[in-house]
């Protein structure tokens, strides 16, 4: 494991704010393998960065280096101070922005949770759709099949009792053509 090293840096930063166009800036660095603290002065306001792990790994990323590469990158302009190098300094004001950042920054933490387990709640709701929708297919095929066998069972019966229904229409349409005598003398006797 890598020893932690301190450095402090004297710059010369331009600004318009001073006769001479320039104002020292004290950099005071505290260097980790992977992460590092700031101490920054003007002699009049004073800012700290603590760089975390999860930090330099963000940036490193975004830089497509590794964290310890990063942090020596950083090491070398903020702990040395480079002949070739413009070095400026801005304030964003009394830190209000810094804040607004790290509030939104929290929100946006937090949302990415929120979708993350509203994400996972409709996978699991989509799932048991899916089981509930199988389950309700399987009972309704159960049923559909039971009535079809019904219907075979009938449709099977329905021969039968078209033959017997058959000698019966043929008996009623027999007894159609006969007439009844008492019928024949009432007619005869008008």
Not at 53 to 71: I, K, M, N, T
Request: hydrophobic share 30%; aromatic share 10%.
């Amino acid at each position: 494991m890598d020893a932690i090293r301190h450095t402090c840096l004297k710059l010369q930063v331009p600004t318009d704010a001073q006769p001479d166009g320039r104002v020292s800036i004290f950099v005071k660095g505290t260097w980790y393998p992977h992460r590092f603290d700031l101490s920054i002065t003007d002699g009049l306001n004073a800012w700290t960065c603590h760089a975390t792990e999860d930090e330099v790994r963000l940036r490193a990323e975004q830089w497509d280096q590794e964290p310890s590469d990063y942090v020596s990158l950083a090491e070398r302009y903020l702990g040395f101070q480079q002949p070739d190098s413009v070095y400026g300094f801005a304030d964003v004001g009394n830190g209000d922005k810094r804040e607004e950042v790290v509030r939104k920054t929290q929100s946006f933490e937090k949302l990415k949770v929120e979708s993350e387990k509203c994400l996972a709640q409709s996978e699991r709701i989509c799932e048991e759709k899916v089981e509930f929708e199988t389950a309700l297919y399987a009972k309704f095929l159960n049923v559909l099949n039971t009535k079809k066998a019904k219907l075979r069972e009938y449709r099977d019966q329905f021969p039968k009792q078209t033959t017997t229904s058959s000698k019966l229409k043929q008996d009623d349409e027999y007894s159609d053509k006969t007439e009844s005598f008492d019928d024949d003398s009432d007619a005869e006797k008008n």
